[in-house]
C-alpha cells in the first residue's frame, strides 16, 4: 500500500512538472516523429548471387527511396523490375535472416544469373545465348562482364532459324542445342567446340581433339534420350578407331543403330 501511495505521488509530481512544462511535449513529440520516419524509411539492402551483373547495376533499377514498409508489401513489383534484367534467370527477396528473428528494415535479393554458353547469329546479328537456350544480349562488345576469354569461351551455334520468321522453330533449335551440349559432353567425355543445326532435325557438332563434325539425329519430343544413346556409342567408336581418328572425314550417327564413318580420300600416288 505504501509503494502504491509512493507511487501515485511520485507520477503526479511527474503529470504536474509535464503541464507546466509545455514545450517539453512538444520536442519530445517531435523527437518520436523524427525517430519513426528514421526507423520507416532507414533499411539494408542486400545483395547476393551477382557474377556477371555489378551491385551498382541493380541498384540503379532498385526502389531505394521507398519507405520499409512500401518494400514489405510490394515484394512482387520490386523483383519484376529487377527481373527485366536480361542477365536476371529468377530472383527472390526476403528479410535479413540475423538471428532468431527476422532483422527489421533489411531486406536479401538474391539473384539467379543466366551462365553465358553459346553465341551465334540471329537474323543478322551476333547473340550472347544463356545456358537455358534464352537470348541474353547482342554480342556487340559492351555486354557487361563479357571479357575477351569469357567470349571465346561460349559455343558457336550455326544454321540458327530466324526469330522473326520461325520463332519456335529458332527456340526449337536453342532447346535442342542446351540438351544436346549437356548430354554429349557426359557421355563423350569431349568438350563440345560447335554445333551446326541441319535438316530433319540433325545436328553437327565439332568436338576438341577430333579433327572431324560429328552428325546426331534426334527427334524433338525425346532428343535428351536419342542423343545420350548416340554418344555413347561415339565414345565406343573411337576407342574402336583410336588409330585411325586422322584418317575420318566424318562421322554419321543419325540412324537407330548404324554408324556411318567417312574416311579420308587417300593421297593422290606420286608418279
Known amino acids: 500500500m505504501r509503494v502504491l501511495f509512493t507511487s501515485l505521488i511520485a507520477s503526479s509530481v511527474v503529470l504536474i512538472h509535464v503541464l507546466d512544462n509545455p514545450g517539453r ?4 513529440l517531435e523527437t518520436a516523429k523524427q525517430q519513426a520516419i528514421t526507423l520507416l524509411n532507414k533499411k539494408e539492402v542486400r545483395i547476393e548471387g551477382l557474377h556477371t551483373l555489378s551491385r551498382a547495376e ?5 526502389p531505394l527511396n521507398r519507405s520499409v514498409g512500401w518494400w514489405m508489401f510490394n515484394e512482387t513489383s520490386i523483383k519484376a523490375r529487377v527481373a527485366e534484367n536480361p542477365w536476371v534467370k529468377g530472383v ?3 528479410s535479413c535472416d540475423d538471428g532468431v528473428m527476422p532483422a527489421f528494415g533489411c531486406f536479401m535479393l538474391t539473384i539467379e544469373e543466366r551462365k553465358p554458353r553459346f553465341i551465334a547469329l540471329v537474323d543478322d546479328e551476333r547473340w550472347i545465348i544463356g545456358s537455358d537456350g534464352s537470348l541474353v ?10 571479357t575477351d576469354e569469357t567470349l571465346r569461351a561460349l559455343v558457336p551455334l550455326y544454321g540458327l532459324a530466324s526469330r522473326v520468321a520461325s520463332p519456335e522453330r529458332s527456340q526449337a533449335q536453342l532447346d535442342l542445342a542446351q540438351r544436346a551440349i549437356t548430354v554429349l559432353e557426359r557421355s563423350v567425355e569431349l568438350p563440345v567446340e560447335s554445333i551446326s543445326f541441319e535438316g530433319k532435325g540433325d545436328i553437327s557438332v565439332n568436338f576438341d581433339k577430333l579433327q572431324f563434325p560429328v552428325v546426331f539425329g ?11 544413346d548416340q554418344g555413347r556409342r561415339l565414345k565406343a567408336l573411337l576407342a574402336q578407331l583410336k588409330d585411325r581418328l586422322p584418317e575420318i572425314a566424318k562421322v554419321d550417327l543419325a540412324f537407330s543403330k548404324v554408324g ?12
Open 137 to 146: 544480349i547482342p554480342a556487340n562488345g559492351n555486354a557487361p562482364g563479357m
Open 58 to 62: 541493380i541498384e540503379r533499377i532498385l
Open 25 to 28: 511535449i512538444s520536442n519530445g
Open 218 to 228: 534426334s527427334s524433338m519430343s525425346d532428343s535428351s534420350a536419342v542423343i545420350e
Open 260 to 271: 556411318i564413318v567417312k574416311f579420308k580420300a587417300p593421297p593422290p600416288e606420286e608418279k
Open 92 to 94: 527472390e527477396l526476403n
